[in-house]
């Protein structure tokens, strides 16, 4: 098989360069100063292990990519670039091409089944930073991550059993999982404090509001009869693969929506984690001011132009007061 992964950030460039250290067939779909980089000298990655930069093809879309029928193509854009993504791909390589969701949410596996033939869903629980074009720093040891898979909406076949094959030998946890949006949703609700940290920063006390933003979401997925994995499963299930280990010069700092606003990126995930348990409880009738909160200042931020850090936990709550009065 050759493995594309598109979207090749920091999830995306650490399944991709292990997957080629360990002898895979691998293309990476960037963009800007990012792919720019990765053309001219390499991507370099950063372990608990030391530096490698690794030569490794790189493409800007699909459209440069001449498919053979044999590829696999991964995922890992944030959710708001998923659907024109899903649109190149199809118009290059038809509808017959295995795709893997390997994002956080629960939406793109949706998106993806509405056009393509063979949908697969994958938890991603892999701690990378990606803050440096051309660079990404990869955690986890003696695992770089946990990606266990599984058909989408549920079940496995003879395909993602190999891919989950492939992955552990390139140092990934992974195994097929029968029932993958299951440990998605749970993930889903891991994420509900990633734009709450990107608008407060790194030293806010956000405890609090994510055990509040998590508890709404848990009122809607028992209202809306979702099965999910409990946090403390997925803590457990990850602290069994992997630990963090120690990078000079590179500690582990703050979740993915963080990164991409420390990097410049003007969008944020927030519509796709948030404001999905704000469309349960909206379908429901389960109060969701926490989340609704944190959705709409991540998006007033944005537009605004704010720099991670600039809103006040309290911002938050006195939000969410407001619109339940």
């Known amino acids: 098989m050759r493995y594309v992964i598109y979207g090749a950030g920091g999830i995306g460039g650490g399944i991709g360069t292990q997957l080629l250290r360990a002898g895979y067939e691998v293309v990476l779909i960037a963009r800007g100063p990012h792919l720019e980089r990765i053309r001219e000298v390499g991507l ?4 608990p292990e030391g530096t490698e930069t690794l ?26 670039d998923t659907l024109a993504a899903l649109k190149d791909l199809r118009e290059r390589a038809g509808v017959d091409v295995p795709v ?9 596996e949706r998106s993806a089944a509405r056009r393509f033939r063979r949908v697969y869903g994958m938890l991603v629980y892999m701690p990378a930073l990606f803050l440096e074009p051309g660079v990404v720093v990869l955690h986890g040891m003696p695992r770089r991550g946990v990606l266990h898979a599984g058909c989408y909406p549920n079940g496995t076949d003879e395909h993602i059993e190999a891919v989950c094959g492939d992955l552990n ?4 946890d992974s195994r097929p999982e029968l029932s993958i949006m299951r440990l998605k949703y749970g993930k889903l609700l891991m994420n509900l404090g990633n734009s709450a940290q990107a608008l407060c920063g790194l030293e806010a006390d956000l405890k609090d509001l994510t055990r509040a933003l998590r508890l709404e979401g848990m009122r809607c997925f028992d209202a809306a009869g979702i099965d999910f994995v409990s946090a403390k499963g997925l803590v457990q299930l990850c602290e069994e693969s992997y630990e963090l280990g120690e990078i000079e010069g590179h500690p582990r700092l703050g979740g993915s929506s963080w990164q991409g606003l420390m990097r410049g990126v003007r969008s944020i995930e927030s519509d796709y984690l948030n404001g999905e348990v704000v469309l349960l409880g909206q379908r429901h009738g389960v109060a969701t001011p926490l989340n609704r909160s ?5 998006f007033e931020a944005l537009h605004e132009g704010l720099e991670p850090g600039s809103i006040g936990v309290d911002e938050i709550w006195a939000r969410a007061r407001q619109d339940q009065q």
């Open 55 to 80: 030569s490794i093809e790189a493409v800007k879309a699909p459209s440069e990519i001449d498919f053979r029928g044999d590829e696999v193509v991964f995922f890992t854009m944030k959710s708001q």
């Open 294 to 298: 944190v959705q709409e200042l991540a």
């Open 44 to 47: 370099t990655v950063r372990t």
């Open 100 to 108: 893997i969701m390997a994002q956080n949410g629960v939406v793109n």
């Open 169 to 172: 030998e390139a140092g990934f």
